[in-house]
């Protein structure tokens, strides 16, 4: 017997027959004499139009209500899969964040989880009780409703396993794993056994959009064994019971991982913006000067090119943000001119960064020079390059990437099994 947290999304929970069909899932693993606990998310578009009606209320409205509100979604999904489960002859009942306790910060619409009691949640299981958890939300200290920010289930699912100590913690999405890319852009992209903790981050924070950020950083600190599958699959499918491995992807500690493929994965973002600034003064705290207002505004600073003057007095500053934020970014730069001393300030948009991850990239060397031949070969023009111990990211002009991300698949021989 066995401890496991099932998470199933928007999509798996859409409409009565789809949270009976998860119902199903639920009870193939209680009918193997595990103790379960299931987090969930609102119904597909619910939290959309829960959004929306508050901005409709008042766009300017308070963040603790809005929470109140947008949270209503996970609540009803609760109750509805805790009632298809009794009606199974199941023993399940509903939880909201405020009655386990998750207790968050006060940061209400993107709060972060400080602490979960799990001993409530413990003690249900001994008496065969089904947990079926709202997830994305929790308690602030001010006691309102809290919520976690959007893909905060997945989130809330590690959190909760890590605090009952559970053996797995299952994501149920709409996609059976991950894949070594998106497949709509690279039919020949492969799902992974198994995935370790780091490169799952990497491509979390690089555009894949199978797992939130913050529910992976959550994984990786507690070493919860993270399974990605898919609700779509027939329940009672051949192996769907299997404890060790299920059909899906793994993500796991790097020790799991016998065999490391230098290269992972190809990720990808769409939508990124290039703002150079030109002939600024190089002096110390130029840097901070351009910087920290822009992180004072919010925005998402990504890929940092200097280039210095031949005779030092000048540099020219380049980095990328998200195309959303580039009016607000050049607003920013404006204010802060002065201060700065820049002579001009351009900015392209309509940018995308493709990125290559492998963990067994630390031991191999040429992985970078193989990407640039690849891509020069193919007549793609590389704007910036960012690296780190497993990933090597290139700003490319929007129209390539998709000739960039099966150019790269292949080099890597990543469609091969």
């Given at each position: 017997?066995?401890?496991?947290?099932?998470?199933?999304?928007?999509?798996?929970?859409?409409?009565?027959?789809?949270?009976?069909?998860?119902?199903?899932?639920?009870?193939?693993?209680?009918?193997?004499?595990?103790?379960?606990?299931?987090?969930?998310?609102?119904?597909?578009?619910?939290?959309?139009?829960?959004?929306?009606?508050?901005?409709?209320?008042?766009?300017?409205?308070?963040?603790?209500?809005?929470?109140?509100?947008?949270?209503?979604?996970?609540?009803?999904?609760?109750?509805?899969?805790?009632?298809?489960?009794?009606?199974?002859?199941?023993?399940?009942?509903?939880?909201?964040?405020?009655?386990?306790?998750?207790?968050?910060?006060?940061?209400?619409?993107?709060?972060?989880?400080?602490?979960?009691?799990?001993?409530?949640?413990?003690?249900?299981?001994?008496?065969?009780?089904?947990?079926?958890?709202?997830?994305?939300?929790?308690?602030?200290?001010?006691?309102?409703?809290?919520?976690?920010?959007?893909?905060?289930?997945?989130?809330?699912?590690?959190?909760?396993?890590?605090?009952?100590?559970?053996?797995?913690?299952?994501?149920?999405?709409?996609?059976?794993?991950?894949?070594?890319?998106?497949?709509?852009?690279?039919?020949?992209?492969?799902?992974?056994?198994?995935?370790?903790?780091?490169?799952?981050?990497?491509?979390?924070?690089?555009?894949?959009?199978?797992?939130?950020?913050?529910?992976?950083?959550?994984?990786?600190?507690?070493?919860?064994?993270?399974?990605?599958?898919?609700?779509?699959?027939?329940?009672?499918?051949?192996?769907?019971?299997?404890?060790?491995?299920?059909?899906?992807?793994?993500?796991?500690?790097?020790?799991?991982?016998?065999?490391?493929?230098?290269?992972?994965?190809?990720?990808?973002?769409?939508?990124?913006?290039?703002?150079?600034?030109?002939?600024?003064?190089?002096?110390?705290?130029?840097?901070?000067?351009?910087?920290?207002?822009?992180?004072?505004?919010?925005?998402?600073?990504?890929?940092?090119?200097?280039?210095?003057?031949?005779?030092?007095?000048?540099?020219?500053?380049?980095?990328?943000?998200?195309?959303?934020?580039?009016?607000?970014?050049?607003?920013?730069?404006?204010?802060?001119?002065?201060?700065?001393?820049?002579?001009?300030?351009?900015?392209?948009?309509?940018?995308?960064?493709?990125?290559?991850?492998?963990i067994g990239m630390r031991s191999h060397a040429g992985v970078a020079?193989?990407?640039?031949?690849?891509?020069?070969?193919?007549?793609?023009?590389?704007?910036?390059?960012?690296?780190?111990?497993?990933?090597?990211?290139?700003?490319?002009?929007?129209?390539?990437?998709?000739?960039?991300?099966?150019?790269?698949?292949?080099?890597?021989?990543?469609?091969?099994?």
């Amino acid at each position: 017997m066995a401890r496991i947290v099932m998470k199933f999304g928007g999509t798996s929970v859409a409409d009565i027959a789809r949270i009976r069909n998860v119902a199903r899932h639920v009870k193939r693993e209680v009918d193997c004499g595990h103790d379960v606990a299931v987090v969930v998310s609102a119904m597909a578009g619910k939290t959309n139009e829960l959004v929306a009606w508050t901005r409709e209320a008042s766009p300017m409205h308070d963040a603790r209500e809005y929470d109140a509100v947008v949270a209503s979604g996970e609540q009803v999904t609760a109750g509805l899969l805790a009632i298809s489960l009794q009606n199974m002859g199941v023993n399940a009942r509903s939880w909201l964040g405020w009655q386990i306790p998750i207790r968050t910060d006060n940061a209400h619409g993107a709060a972060r989880i400080q602490e979960i009691d799990g001993s409530f949640l413990i003690k249900r299981f001994g008496e065969g009780q089904v947990a079926v958890i709202a997830g994305f939300q929790g308690l602030s200290p001010d006691n309102r409703i809290s919520t976690l920010g959007r893909g905060g289930s997945d989130t809330s699912a590690v959190a909760i396993a890590a605090a009952v100590k559970a053996d797995r913690c299952d994501i149920y999405t709409d996609v059976d794993g991950v894949y070594t890319t998106d497949p709509r852009m690279e039919p020949k992209a492969r799902r992974l056994d198994r995935i370790t903790f780091e490169e799952m981050l990497e491509m979390a924070s690089l555009g894949s959009k199978v797992l939130q950020v913050r529910s992976v950083e959550l994984a990786m600190v507690h070493k919860v064994r993270t399974f990605v599958r898919s609700s779509f699959v027939e329940p009672d499918a051949p192996g769907m019971d299997d404890f060790l491995n299920p059909p899906g992807t793994l993500i796991c500690d790097e020790d799991e991982i016998v065999e490391q493929q230098v290269v992972t994965g190809i990720a990808y973002a769409k939508d990124e913006a290039q703002i150079s600034l030109r002939r600024v003064a190089d002096r110390p705290g130029v840097a901070a000067g351009i910087f920290g207002p822009l992180a004072e505004a919010g925005i998402n600073v990504d890929m940092i090119v200097q280039n210095i003057s031949e005779d030092g007095k000048f540099t020219d500053m380049t980095f990328t943000v998200p195309s959303g934020d580039v009016a607000k970014a050049l607003s920013v730069l404006e204010k802060v001119r002065d201060t700065i001393g820049y002579d001009v300030i351009q900015h392209d948009e309509g940018m995308a960064k493709v990125s290559v991850i492998g963990i067994g990239m630390r031991s191999h060397a040429g992985v970078a020079a193989t990407a640039f031949e690849a891509l020069s070969e193919k007549g793609i023009n590389i704007r910036a390059i960012t690296t780190s111990e497993i990933k090597i990211s290139i700003l490319i002009d929007g129209p390539y990437t998709e000739l960039a991300v099966r150019t790269l698949h292949s080099v890597y021989d990543l469609d091969k099994s």
